[in-house]
């Protein structure tokens, strides 16, 4: 599976941020990361293919909105009420058709996309 991200920028605190992830083939869910320099790449979101499901960390919860077009094999996060501390760089990734549930660790995926920097000015 590969992965394209795009829709990174720098924006202001309180701003919004689409990011779009293209994939070449559908695994049951995929998900987005982020990393700040000097830590560790962190959970962001995930959704099902399927089902829609989706499973946010508590930081995002009612800022961020992680979406699907099953036609187009696209994962959108959607970043409202961005805040300087969301300043990462973002992933999307991907788990081996093989794997199921919807993950939340950097050891359930299997396929990451390049990275999209995202700013956010205070």
């Known amino acids: 599976v590969q992965l394209q991200a795009s829709g990174g920028g720098l924006v202001q605190a309180g701003g919004s941020l689409r990011l779009s992830c293209a994939a070449s083939?559908?695994?049951?869910?995929m998900g987005w990361f982020r990393q700040a320099p000097g830590k560790e790449r962190e959970f962001v979101a995930a959704?099902?293919?399927?089902?829609?499901?989706?499973y946010y960390v508590d930081s995002v919860k009612g800022r961020f909105t992680i979406s699907r077009d099953n036609a187009k094999i696209t994962v959108n996060l959607q970043m409202n009420s961005l805040k300087p501390e969301d300043t990462a760089v973002y992933y999307c990734?991907?788990?081996?058709?093989?794997?199921?549930?919807?993950?939340?660790?950097?050891?359930?995926?299997?396929?990451w996309g390049q990275g999209t920097q995202v700013t956010v000015s205070s």
């Open positions: 083939g559908r695994s049951y869910f």
């Open positions: 959704i099902s293919w399927s089902s829609g499901t989706t």
């Open positions: 990734a991907a788990p081996r058709p093989q794997r199921y549930g919807l993950g939340s660790t950097v050891a359930d995926y299997d396929y």
